[in-house]
């Protein structure tokens, strides 16, 4: 349920809450990105497990950087979590606070990732069959489709943005910070996500615009 606005020095931002983020144990660092960091956490309340992901205003060098950040993620989480569809990711809460600067979204933990889950086969020398590897193109392709349907577009698919689910065989997408939600008559002319990853036209896009800003 959605409850009240939020008024602080970032701007009004909307609150979400299952679960009662002060019930909430951090147990282990999963990962940390540009902006934020990704914890393994522990409900008191109703003992289960959750991935804690928390942006802090400190790693933005404006208040209005870290506003637009949270309030994009914030945005698209909620879009997913008001389709109700659980094959996609799961959201359980999203809290501000204002005066210590940090936004947490709690989220489904699964097992890992799908970068984790490649890591520890090829550890042990477990090769993709190709039936499994078709069933993750699948997967993607229908996670993909759902999302687009609901307007939003990913823009940062790569294995360690995918969740295997406890179910083995179960994956979904996470992490929507750079996703970009749709809104009728409306147009992105910004290029989002991991180079790497990137489709080689917006990569290539990419290098030619971070060129001319060298240039000039």
Same mark, same amino acid.
Not at 19 to 38: D, Q
Not at 120 to 130: H, T
Not at 136 to 148: A, C, G, H, R, T
Not at 162 to 180: E, R, Y
């Given at each position: 349920?959605?409850?009240?606005?939020?008024?602080?020095?970032?701007?009004?931002?909307?609150?979400?809450?299952?679960?009662?983020?002060?019930?909430?144990?951090?147990?282990?660092?999963?990962?940390? $990105?540009?902006?934020?960091?990704?914890?393994?956490?522990?409900?008191?309340?109703?003992?289960?497990?959750?991935?804690?992901?928390?942006?802090?205003?400190?790693?933005?060098?404006?208040?209005?950087?870290?506003?637009?950040?949270?309030?994009?993620?914030?945005?698209?989480?909620?879009?997913? *979590?008001?389709?109700?569809?659980?094959?996609? =990711?799961?959201?359980?809460?999203?809290?501000?606070?204002?005066?210590?600067?940090?936004?947490?979204?709690?989220?489904?933990?699964?097992?890992?990732?799908?970068?984790?889950?490649?890591?520890?086969?090829?550890?042990?020398?477990?090769?993709?069959?190709?039936?499994?590897?078709?069933?993750?193109? %699948?997967?993607?392709?229908?996670? =993909?489709?759902? =999302?687009?349907?609901?307007?939003?577009? *990913?823009?940062?698919?790569?294995?360690?943005?995918?969740?295997?689910?406890?179910?083995?065989?179960?994956?979904?997408?996470?992490?929507? @910070?750079?996703?970009?939600?749709?809104?009728? $008559?409306?147009?992105?002319?910004?290029?989002? @996500?991991?180079?790497?990853?990137?489709?080689?036209?917006?990569?290539?896009?990419?290098?030619?615009?971070?060129?001319?800003?060298? %240039?000039?």
């Amino acid at each position: 349920k959605k409850g009240d606005n939020l008024d602080g020095s970032f701007g009004k931002v909307q609150k979400y809450h299952v679960v009662r983020f002060s019930a909430v144990i951090k147990l282990e660092n999963l990962g940390k $990105g540009a902006f934020g960091e990704v914890f393994r956490v522990f409900d008191k309340d109703e003992r289960n497990f959750y991935a804690l992901k928390e942006i802090k205003r400190q790693n933005f060098e404006k208040a209005v950087q870290f506003q637009n950040t949270i309030w994009t993620e914030m945005r698209n989480l909620l879009k997913v *979590h008001d389709s109700h569809d659980t094959s996609l =990711l799961n959201i359980f809460g999203i809290n501000v606070k204002s005066e210590t600067g940090v936004c947490s979204f709690l989220m489904e933990l699964g097992s890992g990732t799908l970068h984790e889950y490649n890591q520890f086969r090829l550890q042990n020398s477990i090769a993709w069959k190709e039936e499994e590897l078709l069933s993750i193109l %699948y997967q993607l392709v229908v996670q =993909l489709d759902k =999302l687009n349907n609901l307007g939003i577009f *990913h823009r940062d698919v790569k294995p360690e943005n995918i969740i295997v689910t406890n179910n083995q065989n179960k994956l979904k997408l996470s992490d929507l @910070g750079c996703a970009w939600l749709a809104e009728e $008559g409306t147009k992105s002319f910004n290029i989002a @996500g991991t180079p790497y990853f990137m489709a080689p036209e917006l990569a290539q896009a990419l290098v030619s615009k971070q060129r001319r800003v060298e %240039y000039n």
